[in-house]
């Protein structure tokens, strides 16, 4: 579905489909999966069309569940409009193919602009506590794999071999040592007892809207799933190691004023940025099997100089080894 569906022939299904009229759709972005604008005289919604074979139905299913959930235990996410018969997910049948969506509400505000604020970093904590919180007691009929380590270092460093292994300069032999040592790491720390839950996964400014009242409402939760809640804050310390420590300190502020973050799980949060950077590279690596694509924002990817950026000699996975791993 590179090419997305017909918006008009869209607007029809979607109008029969959830209890919404005169709807008009515009295809946003094709990326990850197909984001449409949806447009009523009333409100605006945003419907995600997922590709073929990233999820199965039970784990879309799985999505919707836990965003009513969310939703019905206060936290700040952008809800999911139920279908007229009651359900969240729809079929969308073409011809030979069919794929499968959800529809959410727009959520409030605009995604944040630089130059980004502590205080925008301190709604930002809080509205992953107020997640973290809400998601404790969730279940559903529906399941999703968990987060753990095969997930977060193994499978993406197998993704990453043939490209690595095809551009040599030893970033193969370097990639799969490190990740030795990543995953001893985190063995490590998950032993001392690090705090495990359903979490967003991507949470990450790309991922929350601000209004002009400041508040923060989180949305796109197709990476959500079980998993090591210190994961969580790694974009915002990442970020921190450029913007100031006071954008740390403000997340963690904001998120301790609805649930306390252990000292074990502060510890982690470093060995969790790198483990989300070997998933992102390996996903972008497939993004760029050209060699070249343009992400979300109209940026131009490189395999090499990712690939180079994270691991050359002045690439910052090096120096983070040299921080963090000197044992």
Sequence with gaps: MSHGLDPERLARILTEAYPIGGARCKLEYSFVNNIYLVVTPAERHVLKVYRRNRRSPGEIAWEGDLVQHLKVRGAPVAGVLARRDGGVVTRLDMGEE??????????????????????LYHQVGRAAGLFHTAAVDFTSPHSRSSMGLLALIDEPLKAMRPTLMQMGNGHWEYASKLAVRLRAALTELASQGLDWGVCHQDLTLDNVHVDTDGIVTIFDLDSAAPGWRALEPQGAYHAALSQGNDHWDAYLAGYGEVRPLHEIDVAAIPYFVLAYAFGELAWILGKTSGSTAVNRDGELWNQRNEVEKAMGSSGWWRQWEADHLSW
């Design 98 to 119: 069919s794929r499968y969506a959800l529809m959410f509400a727009y959520a409030p505000g605009a995604k944040p602009l630089a130059p980004f604020t502590t205080d």
